[in-house]
């Protein structure tokens, strides 16, 4: 499974982004993933919880993203969305997708419950 994210870039505060993350499944491979996720790591940090979505649309944010982050996902085409609104400067970050074939725990916030991971994106939000 690869997944590949786009539309990271620079934004000003108080701007808003739309990232983007397609699974690629090999062909003739049977494979469901369970649940997609968003992660972000600024430098010098660790990576952390933007949000999860689970197959039947069930969501996980991290509490102080709640609101201005909205995680979305068509199950049709592998793929998962986060819209970013009134972004602030400590946004900024790499943003990684993630998925996993499994359900681990119910809300699968921990990112080493995750299989795969894509190479990142990045968010720069300018004062």
């Known amino acids: 499974v690869q997944l590949v994210e786009s539309g990271g870039g620079l934004v000003q505060a108080g701007g808003s982004l739309r990232l983007s993350c397609v699974a690629s499944?090999?062909?003739?491979?049977?494979?469901?993933?369970?649940?997609m996720g968003w992660y972000r790591q600024a430098p010098g940090q660790q990576r952390e919880l933007v949000a999860t979505i689970h197959r039947d649309g069930r969501t996980n944010y991290a509490d102080h993203m709640q609101g201005r982050f909205t995680i979305s996902r068509d199950n049709a085409m592998n793929k998962v969305a986060l819209q970013m609104d009134s972004l602030k400067p400590e946004d900024t970050a790499v943003y990684y997708c993630a998925a996993s074939a499994t359900i681990i725990t119910s809300s699968m916030r921990n990112a080493a419950q995750y299989t795969y991971w894509g190479q990142g994106t990045q968010v720069t939000v300018s004062s």
């Open positions: 499944v090999a062909s003739g491979s049977i494979f469901s993933i369970a649940v």
